[in-house]
């Protein structure tokens, strides 16, 4: 039965890539009578013709990825829309990301310009972010990611509030309800005028989750249901903006709180116990722009503060196994300076400063440590324009963090765009980036190791964009090779002292490389018909190059976790005020041991393949607009799982109606 799954599987798999290589190569069919006129809402794939952006690697995810998914998560959402792994330990459990084959604190994710990785474990859950509260969303691939801060090694996530300066009053109300015994509910409340808006936005996420799966992880295996892993999420997000000649003004506060039980594993036989999670967060943002002619200052400061309580017991004999509570806080300024003196040249500075403190302490094992950083950051870049066909840029920072400087951390960007009407292009990127350990890897007791160096590594870019229209219909596309060899790899693995607990290690060499495939079609008839088809695919063998043959068998394998293979197809069809929109996720291989073996005891994550569906009416009773969505998640009803012996749901169901006014 599995066997002709996965058969089934790959079958599905090649027809995706079939589906993606077709589309990349059918430019050809709509080179007559090109227009340049047409606006459409897409996602932009393709650099922008801006020169500060020479080079550079970047997905936009449009608006329309956006609204289908405006009641996930930042998990589904990149999951489904972008090449980016996210590794989640079950519906609304913690997830993590992996960009371009590196680990979850190799992706650093900005809001409004703060850095929100947590300073303790170098990454972050971004199942704690409401799609809701977000308005534009970037990925900077590779090498890219140097021009917002250092330490991406994999890349950067740019999640933006902005203001509507045309809005008088809006009041948008959103309800789902899911299966599992799910609901949830958003509100976003805005008003002013063309000097000042206010904006905001509240949400509350609560199920049971209970959802049946199949039992792998214990004999015999058996149908059941999930128990213990019912979560309540809930945030607020209040903005203000204002403006005043060539000055802005704006302030970001953000509110979140998390309560989630968290479920064992399939294979878990013990007696019941009692496992949770709670989170909080307060992070805001204030900043202040000026802009004239030829110069642009903005200065932001944030803070970021986040509180993590876990708790472990066995019901048992109500004896505590963990009990631990930590304490992020991060403060953040950063003054950034531009200067275009004319069209073909621009300067960039920026001096960022970053202090972060962590204070963590398990009351069961009487363990902890408070430690502290400050991270000082300068950037110079300097973008060219010598020939209208060709963009150049070079950028560099210099690092200090902990008494440690990092004097010379360059890229080197170059775009060329062929032939008059300049709709395809091709981009270079090369670059070096280092990542420092988190304030776990050094101090975490027991398990840390205080002498980690930074992770060290060069990186290296190749695409080819183009772009073709006609009156109706749009094509563009992408394909990026690129390379990274990073040194002082770290990586968390059983105590090489046959101690019960894991420690900080360090892989001497890593090399990613690969490819990275994006496409998008759209047409439009007569204003009454529209479709769209997007999709994009990855391919990421990421491997540890230095390990000893003869003691070592991961030497040349594939890092755990960290798929080869990942795709998204993305279909959008309108008419009139009806709309059916399918997405589809596939996600390859993963392997849980370094040695890449597969039996009965070491185990490995098979491919799957979801299709989601969403179906849905508009109606428009100006100045009311209501929008109701039949959504169907998991089609197939794949049996799956995204991390080992964590159970993820087959089939289910959702309807989500939103209501809006706005004057």
Not at 54 to 61: D, E, F, Q, S, V
Not at 113 to 122: A, D, E, F
Not at 441 to 459: A, Q, S, V
Not at 539 to 565: C, M, W
Request: positive net charge; proline residues 4%.
């Amino acid at each position: 039965m599995r066997s002709k799954q996965r058969n089934h599987i790959s079958f599905i798999y090649k027809a995706i890539l079939c589906g993606l290589i077709l589309l990349f190569f059918t430019d050809n069919l709509i080179a007559q009578q090109l227009n340049d006129t047409i606006r459409i809402h897409e996602v932009k794939i393709i650099g922008k013709r801006k020169l500060e952006e020479a080079g550079l690697t970047i997905t936009h995810i449009d608006t329309l990825a956006m609204q289908m998914m405006k009641t996930q998560n930042l998990t589904e959402l990149l999951s489904s829309y972008s090449p980016i792994f996210m590794k989640s330990y079950g519906r609304g459990s913690t997830a993590t990301a992996s960009f371009r084959g590196t680990a979850a604190s190799h992706t650093q994710l900005y809001w409004n310009g703060i850095k929100l990785n947590s300073p303790m474990r170098g990454d972050v859950d971004f199942s704690l972010f409401p799609v809701y509260f977000i308005d534009e969303i970037s990925l900077l691939h590779g090498g890219s990611s140097l021009q917002t801060g250092s330490g991406a090694l994999g890349g950067s996530i740019l999640i933006n509030n902005k203001p509507d300066w045309s809005d008088l009053l809006s009041i948008r109300y959103v309800q789902t309800v899911e299966s599992f015994a799910t609901s949830k509910e958003y509100l976003n409340v805005g008003f002013g005028n063309g000097r000042i808006q206010f904006k905001t936005r509240l949400f509350s996420d609560r199920s049971k989750n209970d959802f049946p799966y199949f039992n792998y992880g214990v004999l015999p295996m058996h149908e059941t249901v999930q128990k213990n892993a019912d979560y309540s999420k809930m945030g607020l997000l209040q903005e203000i903006y204002s403006r005043m000649g060539k000055q802005t003004l704006s302030a970001k506060i953000w509110i979140y709180r998390s309560n989630r039980d968290l479920p064992q594993l399939m294979s878990f036989e013990g007696d019941t116990r009692k496992e949770t999670q709670n989170d909080q967060n307060i992070r805001a943002v204030v900043s202040w722009k000026y802009i004239s002619e030829k110069n642009s200052i903005e200065w932001f400061g944030g803070i970021n503060q986040y509180e993590l309580n876990y708790f472990r017991s066995s019901t048992e004999a109500n004896f505590v196994n963990l009990d631990s509570k930590s304490k992020e806080h991060s403060f953040t300024s950063q003054l950034n300076y531009d200067w275009k003196p004319n069209a073909t040249i621009i300067y960039n500075g920026s001096f960022n400063s970053t202090y972060n403190s962590v204070s963590v302490f398990d009351w069961a094992k009487k363990l902890g440590y408070d430690k502290d950083r400050i991270e000082f950051s300068l950037l110079n870049a300097i973008h060219l324009k010598p020939l209208p066909e060709l963009l150049l840029s070079l950028l560099f920072r210099s690092d200090v963090y902990n008494n440690l400087i990092i004097g010379f951390i360059p890229s080197l960007g170059a775009e060329y765009f062929p032939g008059e009407k300049q709709l395809s292009s091709v981009k270079l990127s090369l670059s070096r980036n280092y990542h420092q350990p988190g304030l776990n890897d050094l101090y975490w007791l027991p398990g840390g190791n205080p002498t980690l160096k930074p992770e060290d590594g060069f990186f290296g870019d190749l695409s080819y964009a183009f772009s073709k229209k006609n009156e109706i219909t749009t094509i563009s596309g992408q394909i990026t090779g690129y390379l990274s060899l990073i040194n002082n790899w770290i990586q968390w693995q059983e105590s090489a002292n046959g101690a019960s607990y894991s420690e900080g290690i360090t892989l001497k060499k890593v090399f990613a490389r690969g490819a990275e495939i994006q496409t998008s079609f759209h047409s439009k008839i007569a204003n009454v018909v529209s479709f769209d088809l997007k999709g994009n695919y990855s391919y990421s063998p990421t491997s540890n190059v230095n390990a000893v043959p003869s003691i070592d068998e991961s030497r040349g394998k594939q890092l755990i976790y960290i798929p080869k293979h990942k795709a998204n197809l993305y279909a959008e069809f309108n008419f009139n005020e009806n709309y059916l929109k399918i997405n589809a996720p596939y996600t390859g291989k993963r392997y849980t041991n370094s040695n890449n073996v597969e039996s009965d005891y070491e185990k490995v994550l098979n491919p799957y393949w979801l299709i989601n569906i969403s179906a849905g009416k508009t109606f428009d009773l100006k100045p009311v607009h209501i929008d109701a969505a039949f959504n169907l998640e998991n089609l197939l009803n794949t049996d799956y799982m995204a991390i080992l012996y964590r159970p993820m749901p087959g089939r289910y169901y959702s309807l989500t109606v939103q209501i809006s006014y706005k004057k």
